[in-house]
């Protein structure tokens, strides 16, 4: 199983950057798709997610400017970002998991597949 993640970058405060993970192989059952991040010396922490039946979960930092969603194609999910601040500069990391969806929670050992990150920078 891989997950691949993209479309990090370099962007000023304000700005805006649409995060894509796509996973394979297609025949996967994902039940639900996540974002994480993890800034320079801090721990990983919930960014968003959505579940098979179009659910989501945002972290409260990030409410309201970020949008998790699915593609149309099978196995992919998007994280658009909007109004991006300097404490958003992070590595993103896609998870996705065939599990059960039993809860509504965002711990991380929810999932079994993790992409290999893709990094975010906001300047001031």
């Known amino acids: 199983v891989q997950l691949q993640a993209s479309g990090g970058g370099s962007v000023q405060a304000g700005g805006s950057l649409r995060l894509s993970c796509v996973a394979s192989?297609?025949?996967?059952?994902?039940?639900?798709m996540g974002w994480y991040r993890q800034a320079p010396g801090k721990e990983r922490e919930f960014v968003a997610f959505?579940?098979?039946?179009?659910?989501?979960m945002y972290a409260d930092s990030v409410k309201g400017r970020f949008t998790i969603s699915r593609g149309r194609a099978r196995n992919t999910w998007y994280l658009q970002m909007n109004n991006l601040k300097p404490e958003d500069t992070a590595v993103y990391y896609c998870?996705?998991?065939?599990?059960?969806?039993?809860?509504?929670?965002?711990?991380?050992?929810?999932?079994?597949?993790w992409g290999q990150g893709t990094l975010v920078t906001v300047s001031s």
């Open positions: 959505i579940i098979r039946g179009g659910v989501t």
């Open positions: 192989p297609n025949n996967l059952d994902i039940t639900r």
């Open positions: 998870a996705a998991t065939e599990k059960t969806v039993l809860a509504l929670t965002h711990a991380a050992h929810e999932y079994e597949f």
